[in-house]
């Protein structure tokens, strides 16, 4: 955030009643630590010297509530990935299922093992692209509403819709490759028996 105008009272015209907080650099925080609750009891020993931390400490607990955040959001992500990947699988095994009559035509009729591979790798990839497009486009129109979480990070930003997208088509392509290969290795004769 831009920074504004400000002033420093010494600590005797200050209106902030009963309490006040330094801080001091230094390479060593545990020598410095012992020093300042010296420098402090020398000077005012009635006055209680607490919560001595480390700045680095400090901007740990500042930052903690977006740090778990993060984390909870990216388990969601995990989970939704995975779920996509057995969804995608799920969808494939059963289009092998429906389709096993057909595969046996094309092997009878002398597609190889890779022909039939490459179909429904292909079928699944052309699928998974289509869909990526039209989730960049959703993403890209609502991301206006991303925009006040944001903190020196574009919400547009093309190499991150690049890499989820490419990320996207390669789950499609690897949670259809089991049925994919699946129907690759169907015998002809037992699936032209199929109905």
Not at 7 to 16: D, R
Not at 55 to 75: K, Q
Request: glycine letters at 6%; one cysteine or more.
């Amino acid at each position: 955030a831009d920074s504004e105008p400000e002033i420093y009272l010494p600590n005797a015209q200050s209106h902030v009643p009963g309490w006040m907080s330094f801080v001091v650099a230094s390479a060593n925080p545990g020598v410095l630590i012992s020093s300042a609750r010296a420098a402090v009891a020398e000077v005012a020993p009635e006055q209680p010297l607490y919560d001595v931390r480390p700045m680095d400490v400090r901007v740990e607990a500042s930052i903690s509530s977006e740090r778990l955040t993060a984390m909870i959001i990216g388990a969601f992500a995990g989970v939704a990935l995975l779920l996509a990947v057995i969804g995608v699988y799920g969808m494939f095994a059963f289009s092998v299922a429906q389709r096993t009559h057909e595969i046996g035509i094309r092997m009878a009729l002398g597609a190889d093992v890779g022909n039939v591979l490459g179909m429904f790798l292909l079928e699944s990839a052309t699928i998974a692209m289509v869909a990526t497009v039209a989730g960049m486009a959703i993403a890209a129109a609502s991301s206006r509403l991303l925009r006040g979480i944001l903190f020196e990070v574009k919400p547009l930003d093309p190499w991150v819709y690049l890499a989820s997208a490419a990320a996207l088509v390669l789950v499609a392509v690897a949670g259809s490759y089991i049925p994919a290969r699946r129907a690759a290795r169907v015998e002809p004769t037992i699936a032209l028996r199929c109905e």
